[in-house]
């Protein structure tokens, strides 16, 4: 009966190895849902994620510098960083700009289902935008 020994051996380690880094006991089951996220810990941090992938702690998470073109209207993060890289996605099947009302602070023609980057200004404040197409279309800009 070495065969089933060998099979008992084996069902134990695929046993133990899914309750690796649990903590002994623990009756917590494993994450779901992000399946990049972390949810091991080895040591204390000042700043933890959580399995959602979302920072906790003293230090508030970034926002991600991109506006979302979706219905002919922007979607804007609520700030992002002084001189940051800003993606702008275009869902719609019709061509847009992301223009400043004042100045040359930025101005970014967007194809089609395309993406494109502009620099954010480096002076932080609130610079409004428009689309020169679609007199409709406006948004701000927050550089903080």
Known sequence: MRTGTTLGILALAVILSG???????????????????????????????TSAGTATGSAPAASPAAITIKDFAYQTPPSVS???????????????????????AFDVEVTSSGTATFTAPSKPGTYP?????HVNMHGTLTVK
């Open 129 to 133: 935008f428009h689309c020169t197409y």
């Open 19 to 49: 309750t690796a880094g649990c903590g002994a006991g623990s009756s917590t089951p494993p994450a779901t849902g992000n399946p990049t996220a972390s949810t091991t810990s080895v040591g204390p941090s000042p700043t933890s994620t």
């Open 82 to 104: 002084p001189g940051a890289t800003v993606t702008v996605t275009n869902t719609d099947t019709a061509e847009h700009t992301v223009t400043a009302d004042e100045g040359s």
